[in-house]
């Protein structure tokens, strides 16, 4: 009986071998790391998931996957019992040891670099595409997500011709409760600076601020993301928590944007020159609308 | 007050519920092996030579993640159980807990000063590297510990109150300088600190669990030695004295060992709260208050305890996993909020 089986997969390997030369490619993908994930389905894999991370959130059909946790909380026997043959995640997937594990039951891991920089998004797209068999269509992406980002780039130096940056904070909180401010060396800068905003906070990292200090920088833009409500409700949430924040310019001229949260994890992911386009219109009302 | 239970029935019943936890920690996870498989692969990890044919997988997962984390947890649940004993006897207090004498928050301490401190100790080689974390929560909790044992020392004597209020403000401190590292840290440390204060069992590997086992049988071997002092010190500290106990030496060794140990505990752990807490009341309700069963005892107890815990933790939902403060938490607190109804804490 046994042999039987043995035989039959034999021979059906043998046959799935024959067919494709993508045989020696990883078949079953587990990816730790939300834009990772975005890629790997954006490159065709989507298929090849078996389990994906909490930050895994978009395209909505991942949420339906076996969920492996919290990236820097990985556990060996739980992502082994989804029998993949490679784990995929940016370098803030952990811990150590789990690593070590998974990797010694014969499983590759492959790291990526969260690094918010165009190099660094043309050496994972490589990579991502060589692992999953399609490296044309990763060079496609990626030039097609060069040029979004150039004409990102000239539409705002036309738009900054004619007016200059709007000091913009970015609010990040919980259904508008005690936002945290974004400050630098953190994605949401980085996000705001290719928006064509001028960040008003100084500080590093995402900070706590009193609302009368927020209140005293005076933005023209505000820019929320929060984690518990989207769209209206989370704008409202925001302006009753936050009264003060009524009484600054941006409010006054309704100025307030919102940005998915998602966004700001794990690196460039698929979606972002599309969200960058939206927040720049936002920024300079008077420019024409860049084409998305 | 009678012993509802005889020792010898209780060190019987207890030794089979740590083999039963022991067994089901190596033959349950979220890979399930045929059980003839974790069998064989159990013989075979013990020396015995059976065909190795099919069985690496099984044998990967036993011995490479199942055992080092079994192992792991029968000590840090025997040591966490054990000091809270030690405490308890200290305090003679049934409410104390081995946070009490600071080295639980030293130890957090010392962990936010690595995980956010990290990145500027930068030139540090990199086998050591691994380790720094471990090592600073070990040195913060014995850190603090003494600070509080210290404070509580006045001319040759040793004040009990002193050293408990001690242990409160620096608790406080510790506390609230975590805070500090808290704030000061960025989006992804934060979540470290945050997962560590919850404690896991996760990516148990022998070399950092050597450390720790050794220090947990010596604390478990010498700790039930005192169990007489221990007996005698519940009558007071004078009438320990007069019974001729060197009060000062047995107060010291209670909190040398608290400190070693549970310092190792967390060290390999992180923080898992309630099990110093509530294993010694369950042995206690179960045996009477005797040291010389309640120390072995609450040593069994606390590790099957830990590792029906991880079970929990590991199985509930896998493939993810829970961090295992949040389970012992949840079987402990409301446990202790029964004995508080019940008039007996």
Known sequence: MRLSTSAIALVVGLLVNHGAQASELPQRWVSAGGALSEWVTALGGESKLVGVDTTSQHPASLKALPSIGYQRQLSAEGILSLRPQILVGTEEMGPPPVLAQIRSAGVQVEMFSAQPDLPTLQGNLQHLGKLLGDEAKARELFTGYEQALGQQKSWLTKAQATQKAPGVLLLLGHAGGKPLIAGKDTAADWVLQQAGGRNLATHSGYKPFSVESLAGLSPDVLVFSDRALSGDAARAALFKENPILAATPAAKSGRVFELDPTLLVGGLGPRLPHSLVQLSAGFYPSQAKPAP | ?345
């Open chain 2, 1 to 345: 007050m009678t012993t509802p239970v005889k020792p010898k029935t209780l060190f019987i019943g207890l030794a089979l519920l740590c083999v039963l936890a022991i067994w089901l920690s190596l033959a349950l996870g979220p890979v399930s092996l045929p059980l003839l498989d974790t069998l064989k692969a159990a013989l075979r990890l013990m020396g015995v030579p059976i065909e190795a044919q099919g069985l690496e997988q099984a044998e990967l997962i036993l011995g490479q993640i199942r055992l080092p984390r079994t192992l792991l947890g029968l000590a840090v649940g025997g040591v966490l159980a054990l000091s809270g004993v030690a405490m308890q006897g200290l305090f003679r207090n049934p409410l104390a807990d081995p946070g009490l004498v600071g080295v639980s928050s030293g130890a957090a301490l010392g962990a936010a000063i690595a995980i956010v401190g990290g990145t500027f100790f930068g030139g540090l080689p990199d086998a050591f590297g691994p380790y720094l974390l471990s090592l600073c929560a070990f040195l913060g909790g014995l850190g603090v510990t003494a600070l509080v044992y210290r404070l509580g020392r006045r001319n040759g004597q040793t004040n009990v109150a002193t050293m408990l209020l001690a242990g409160i403000a620096l608790t406080a401190l510790a506390s609230s300088a975590v805070g500090l590292f808290t704030y000061l840290a960025d989006d992804a440390t934060l979540r470290t600190l945050t997962f560590w204060n919850l404690g896991s069992l996760n990516g148990a590997s022998y070399s950092r669990l050597w450390p720790l086992l050794l220090v947990a049988a010596a604390v478990s071997l010498w700790l039930p030695r005192r169990a007489k002092a221990l007996n005698a010190l519940l009558l007071g500290e004078s009438e320990a004295s007069h019974l001729g106990i060197d009060v000062e030496r047995l107060k010291r060794e209670l909190v040398f060992c608290t400190a070693l140990g549970v310092g190792a505990a967390v060290a390999a752990a992180g923080m898992i709260g309630f099990v110093g807490l509530v294993v010694p009341h369950l042995v206690r309700l179960l045996a009477g208050p005797d040291h010389r069963v309640l120390l072995p005892a609450s040593v069994l107890a606390g590790a099957s305890l830990l590792l029906f815990a991880d079970l929990v933790a590991r199985l509930a939902l896998a493939p993810a996993e829970l961090p295992i403060g949040i389970v012992t938490a949840f079987i402990g607190a409301p446990f202790f909020l029964y004995l508080l109804l019940r008039g007996r804490a």
